[in-house]
């Protein structure tokens, strides 16, 4: 048995301080990644500052700017099926529902779910060993059975994947994560919340660690009308992504005036090359121009052994995922997409 300390915190400032005091005390939310850690002997702490009962940042609304803030401690259930995240973000929507199971939608908070950890065999054994777990100690993953592996930005120190679906759609959108802590709040873009493994694989995000996330803000521009999210695993339910893709497209008839395209699965973070989303703008929305796109993005991968069939799996859900969304009513359940 493990002792440690469990406090609420009323307000953002006290929880922060308490965390900030003494580098052996976290935050707790839902806690679905944080306890499943714990259990695995993969964090230690002494202390828990539950932050469920700060008041103010469980909201979902609209801004004065036309955009809409998520607070962080909202749960990723009740964002899902919020009216406005429904309608005016439906890719956002579609995404958190395909990931996790309903219980856990229930309990994780949107906060928490852009600090979860990889789920790569060799980080959660700890007989073996792991740069993420103990820098400086190898990848066993590199030369083991990599099936799941990244196939982007990897590094010769780590290849594991980032495992949300959720934020997926939230690189897509290009939304902003607002955060708060000792020297006050601030803001990072969404692309640059989440780090590459490079030499320090062991630092999954750009937060410092007595900094807590208050909310994420979405743009005004939530591509409500084409829009799809694609989630491909080894079964259709309570799976983490193989390759997923979040696509959003912004059409003037036949012409994409905007695209964004989102990879999971494939990388220690949300994976977008802007030089496909630029080849798309003002071209016809095509499979000839999909696919192109789709070359472009999968040009700079690099497969390892069990995990080259990535690669092409990458390219063709991109294409699929590109048509889906011009015709997002046929992912409606019951219906057939029309390719």
Not at 68 to 96: C, D, M, Q, W
Not at 152 to 160: H, M, Q
Not at 230 to 240: C, P, Q
Request: glycine residues 6%; proline residues 4%.
């Amino acid at each position: 048995m493990n002792n440690f300390s469990y406090t609420r915190a009323q307000n953002v400032i006290e929880a922060v301080q308490k965390v900030s005091a003494d580098a052996d005390t976290k935050f707790v939310a839902g806690g679905t990644n944080l306890i499943d850690l714990w259990k695995y002997n993969l964090t230690h702490f002494g202390a828990l500052v539950d932050v469920n009962a700060i008041e103010g940042y469980h909201l979902i609304e609209e801004k004065s700017d036309g955009g809409v803030r998520l607070g962080a401690f909202a749960k990723n259930a009740e964002t899902a099926y919020h009216p406005i995240i429904e309608n005016r973000y439906p890719l956002l929507s579609r995404a958190i529902l395909a990931g996790a199971s309903a219980q856990i939608r229930n309990m994780a908070t949107n906060g928490g779910n852009l600090l979860q950890r990889t789920r790569c065999y060799y980080f959660y054994d700890s007989t073996v060993p792991c740069n993420k777990r103990e820098p400086g100690s190898g990848c066993s993953a590199i030369k083991g059975y990599n099936r799941i592996m990244a196939i982007f930005g990897t590094s010769e120190n780590c290849i594991a994947v980032f495992p949300s679906d959720m934020c997926i759609a939230l690189a897509a959108l290009d939304a902003v994560v607002n955060v708060s802590g000792p020297g006050g709040e601030r803001s990072l873009p969404f692309a640059d919340f989440h780090r590459l493994p490079g030499d320090t694989p062991h630092l999954d995000n750009n937060l410092n660690p007595d900094e807590i996330i208050t909310s994420i803000d979405l743009p005004e521009k939530g591509f409500s009308k084409n829009y799809s999210y694609l989630k491909l695993r080894d079964r259709n339910s309570y799976a983490f992504a193989l390759v997923s893709v979040a696509t959003a497209f912004e059409l003037d008839g036949d012409v994409i005036k905007d695209a964004r395209i989102a990879l999971g699965g494939v990388a220690h973070k949300p994976w977008r090359v802007k030089q496909a989303e630029e080849f798309l703008r003002d071209n016809m929305a095509s499979r000839e121009n999909f696919e192109t796109a789709a070359e472009i993005i999968i040009k700079d991968a690099v497969a390892y052994e069990y995990n080259s069939f990535k690669v092409e799996l990458t390219k063709r859900a991109i294409v699929r995922n590109c048509i889906m969304a011009l015709n997002p009513e046929t992912q409606l359940p019951g219906a057939q997409p029309s390719a």
